[in-house]
Nanobody, 121 residues
Framework: QVQLVESGGGLVQSGGSLRLSCVAS????????LGWYQQAPGKQRELVAQISSASTTNRVPSMNGRFIVSGDFAKNTVYLQLNDLRPEHTAPYYC???????????????WGQGTQVTVSS
């Protein structure tokens, strides 16, 4: 089982910054990728950024430079630095892990409970 615990959300003024953290516990699993998704009101959950165990990153181009993902797979931790936040970035942010059981090639997705980011104008 893989369990994800997020922290770091909160209320910030427009132009401010936040740093989200997510720690994974992974008994019996290998984590291939850790990442962050955003779910704006009335919209589907969308990828913000992700990082693989090989340290390759994938970021949504529209957020390039503003949101920075980093990870420490030795600590099963992923971070998301949110800079220059705007009210349109208000949403819950969910940590995601793509993992597989030892000896298996099947990739499974796991989600955290979400951490709310609210940006006031």
């Amino acid at each position: 089982q893989v369990q994800l615990v997020e922290s770091g959300g909160g209320l910030v003024q427009s132009g401010g910054s936040l740093r989200l953290s997510c720690v994974a516990s992974r008994t019996g699993f290998i984590i291939d990728t850790l990442g962050w998704y955003q779910q704006a009101p009335g919209k589907q959950r969308e990828l913000v950024a992700q990082i693989s165990s090989a340290s390759t990153t994938n970021r949504v181009p529209s957020m390039n430079g503003r949101f920075i993902v980093s990870g420490d797979f030795a600590k099963n931790t992923v971070y998301l630095q949110l800079n220059d936040l705007r009210p349109e970035h208000t949403a819950p942010y969910y940590c995601n892990a793509v993992a597989r059981r030892y000896g298996s090639s099947q990739l499974l997705h796991y989600w955290g409970q979400g951490t709310q980011v609210t940006v006031s104008s």
